[in-house]
């Protein structure tokens, strides 16, 4: 039985009991504890951030729809987006019957020059076969353009035709496998202008000041195609493809493909087509502000250039660029500052007297006239 004393003593102790219980809930960690607790936060949000970085959110994927009712050039505007802040990519391209691990390959020298002058830059030489397979990769889902491509009876039509749907689905450079890169593409686009402000980058094959230019030129100024360096999705590609698409279908339709006459290159697939559709975007409405311009623009804005001029996103360069050492036109020596590019004009499809233009100039007599290109 408990008495007063006893009973003071239990509570006192039961007191004691629970304050230092309660206490030792309560009170703070001691430093050495705390500190670890902070080390492991900053090591987890430190993961977390590196994770962050190394595995960003994926971009949103486009959502399906039915193209069965779009033009060429709304499907083509579809599946590949135009973004002009976008880099140039590090891509030269090139065609030939051969690659050059064969010993068929007869432009190692030229083709060598491009990787020479493009360190880091991924260089391809496509074969034939090799392109029907990356086509059907890149165009599956647009079948007309690929029908297109398969009908076109001539090699130089189909070789025309890669150039702009390789650039048009990747970007980068394509020149004929007859020329020789002079100085890298780095220095194509002057410095003052932004590389984010440009997204395709021509030249002037022919600027032929003459009454009877007409004779011996398809236009009055003539943007040459053996080299282009465009980004992906340029505006100017997509017209292009849509524009030999459907002229090359509706000549299959009418049975004319079989009739096809290799003179008529240039305007199915060729610099006058090319030409054309450059001409146009400088003039559409889409692209440009018309309302404020100070007119048309034609061949007068480009003949006689001596340096680069931009057109809106195109970088348009003087015929000594990317044809030096013709000796006419006003086209410069290979040494000069504006050669970019050398080109030999070996084009198997044209009859030998419409080759090496500037050497054939060079040989000309007094009095004689170079033979007529087209």
């Given at each position: 039985m408990l008495n007063p004393r006893r009973a003071f003593i239990a509570a006192a102790f039961l007191l004691t009991v629970f304050f230092l219980i309660t206490r030792s809930h309560s009170s703070e960690p001691s430093p050495a504890t705390k500190t670890e607790s902070q080390d492991a936060q900053a090591e987890a949000q430190a993961a977390a951030n590196t994770q962050q970085r190394i595995l960003p959110p994926p971009p949103p994927q486009k959502p399906m729809i039915d193209m069965s009712g779009m033009s060429t050039y709304e499907k083509l505007a579809y599946q590949y987006e135009y973004d002009i802040e976008s880099k140039f990519p590090a891509y030269i391209w090139q065609t030939w019957k051969h690659t050059p691990g064969e010993g068929e390959f007869q432009f190692r020298e030229q083709e060598a020059s491009w990787s020479i002058e493009h360190p880091g830059f991924i260089h391809e030489v496509i074969t034939d076969s090799v392109a029907d397979t990356l086509l059907q990769l890149l165009y599956g889902s647009i079948p007309e353009v690929l029908e297109a491509y398969h009908a076109?009876?001539?090699?130089?039509?189909?070789?025309?035709?890669?150039?702009?749907?390789?650039?048009?689905?990747?970007?980068?450079?394509?020149?004929?496998?007859?020329?020789?890169?002079?100085?890298?593409?780095?220095?194509?686009?002057?410095?003052?202008?932004?590389?984010?402000?440009?997204?395709?980058?021509?030249?002037?094959?022919?600027?032929?000041?003459?009454?009877?230019?007409?004779?011996?030129?398809?236009?009055?100024?003539?943007?040459?195609?053996?080299?282009?360096?465009?980004?992906?999705?340029?505006?100017?590609?997509?017209?292009?493809?849509?524009?030999?698409?459907?002229?090359?279908?509706?000549?299959?339709?009418?049975?004319?493909?079989?009739?096809?006459?290799?003179?008529?290159?240039?305007?199915?697939?060729?610099?006058?087509?090319?030409?054309?559709?450059?001409?146009?975007?400088?003039?559409?409405?889409?692209?440009?502000?018309?309302?404020?311009?100070?007119?048309?623009?034609?061949?007068?804005?480009?003949?006689?250039?001596?340096?680069?001029?931009?057109?809106?996103?195109?970088?348009?360069?003087?015929?000594?660029?990317?044809?030096?050492?013709?000796?006419?036109?006003?086209?410069?020596?290979?040494?000069?500052?504006?050669?970019?590019?050398?080109?030999?004009?070996?084009?198997?499809?044209?009859?030998?007297?419409?080759?090496?233009?500037g050497e054939v100039q060079q040989e000309l007599g007094e009095g004689e006239e170079a033979p007529k290109q087209q």
């Open positions: 076109l009876p001539l090699p130089v039509l189909k070789a025309d035709l890669f150039r702009y749907l390789i650039l048009y689905a990747r970007g980068g450079i394509y020149s004929d496998i007859d020329t020789y890169a002079i100085r890298s593409a780095i220095e194509w686009i002057p410095a003052q202008i932004p590389k984010e402000t440009v997204g395709l980058v021509i030249g002037i094959e022919a600027d032929p000041d003459r009454p009877d230019w007409a004779d011996w030129y398809s236009r009055r100024i003539q943007f040459c195609q053996w080299t282009i360096q465009s980004k992906p999705g340029h505006p100017v590609l997509r017209d292009i493809i849509s524009r030999i698409t459907n002229s090359t279908l509706t000549m299959k339709k009418e049975g004319k493909l079989s009739q096809f006459q290799g003179n008529r290159v240039v305007d199915l697939t060729g610099p006058a087509v090319w030409t054309d559709t450059i001409m146009d975007y400088f003039n559409d409405e889409r692209y440009f502000d018309m309302a404020n311009s100070k007119g048309k623009i034609d061949y007068r804005n480009f003949t006689g250039m001596e340096t680069s001029k931009r057109v809106g996103d195109v970088v348009v360069l003087p015929i000594t660029s990317f044809s030096p050492g013709v000796g006419q036109m006003g086209a410069k020596d290979y040494d000069d500052p504006m050669a970019f590019v050398k080109h030999d004009f070996e084009g198997t499809w044209k009859p030998e007297s419409e080759r090496h233009i």
